[in-house]
T-cell receptor, first 114, second 111 residues
Framework: NAGVTQTPKFQVLKTGQSMTLQCAQD?????MYWYRQDPGMGLRLIYY???????DKGEVPNGYNVSRLNKREFSLRLESAAPSQTSVYFC?????????????FGPGTRLTVT | AQSVTQPDIHITVSEGASLELRCNYS??????LFWYVQSPGQGLQLLLK??????LVQGIKGFEAEFKRSQSSFNLRKPSVHWSDAAEYFC?????????FGTGTRLTIIP
């Protein structure tokens, strides 16, 4: 039981390049989330998916797209990376849809955009 | 909308001393409250949570937190810290699908 896994662990992009961050969970959770973490700002929600087939914007969605591929997988895409997207990205999942249960986090992806 | 304030950006404590990390929340009803810990280069691990009932909740690694409705607070405590407790600590409030995090408190332990 691996929990929440993320790939890659590290990535360096040039401005304007695109990439997809992958996230998978094996806990049969319904809800999945993408956050970014920047120094002094805590974690901010980018997008979330309350259930398979649905996605919603969070606090900072601009410049990102997401896909809930199936119940296990939730990917985050940067279509044209910008230096402001340099951050650590965390994926998380939660068992119950619609209720504020605890979220389980992946190990993170450290992204640098030059 | 809900919000969380962690007023202390950085706290330094001697090993063996007691610890209290402050968290204040803003929300119209009784929220679901969480404390997470993040070791350097790692993801977030849940320390404890409060949903309802007893206002003093016990967590992992010897941590506890007390919910005080009158003060809108959910402070984290530990009676005696260990060097391995050095990390960043995040308080969060859960409403529906979303968790809203505070900006974190970095804990340094000195021998």
């Amino acid at each position: 039981n691996a929990g929440v896994t993320q790939t890659p662990k590290f990535q360096v992009l040039k401005t304007g390049q695109s990439m997809t961050l992958q996230c998978a969970q094996d806990m049969n959770h319904n809800s999945m989330y993408w956050y970014r973490q920047d120094p002094g700002m805590g974690l901010r929600l980018i997008y979330y998916s309350a259930s398979e087939g649905t996605t919603d914007k969070g606090e900072v969605p601009n410049g990102y797209n997401v896909s809930r591929l199936n119940k296990r997988e939730f990917s985050l895409r940067l279509e044209s990376a910008a230096p402001s997207q340099t951050s650590v990205y965390f994926c998380a999942s939660k068992l119950l849809q619609g209720r504020a249960y605890e979220q389980y986090f992946g190990p993170g992806t450290r992204l640098t955009v030059t | 909308a809900q919000s969380v304030t962690q007023p202390d950006i950085h706290i330094t404590v001697s090993e063996g001393a007691s610890l209290e990390l402050r968290c204040n929340y803003s929300y119209g009803a009784t929220p679901y409250l969480f404390w997470y810990v993040q070791s350097p280069g790692q993801g977030l691990q849940l320390l404890l949570k409060y949903f309802s009932g007893d206002t003093l909740v016990q967590g992992i690694k010897g941590f506890e937190a007390e919910f005080k409705r009158s003060q809108s607070s959910f402070n984290l405590r530990k009676p005696s810290v260990h060097w391995s407790d050095a990390a960043e600590y995040f308080c969060a409030v859960g409403v529906g699908e979303k968790l809203t995090f505070g900006t974190g408190t970095r804990l340094t332990i000195i021998p």
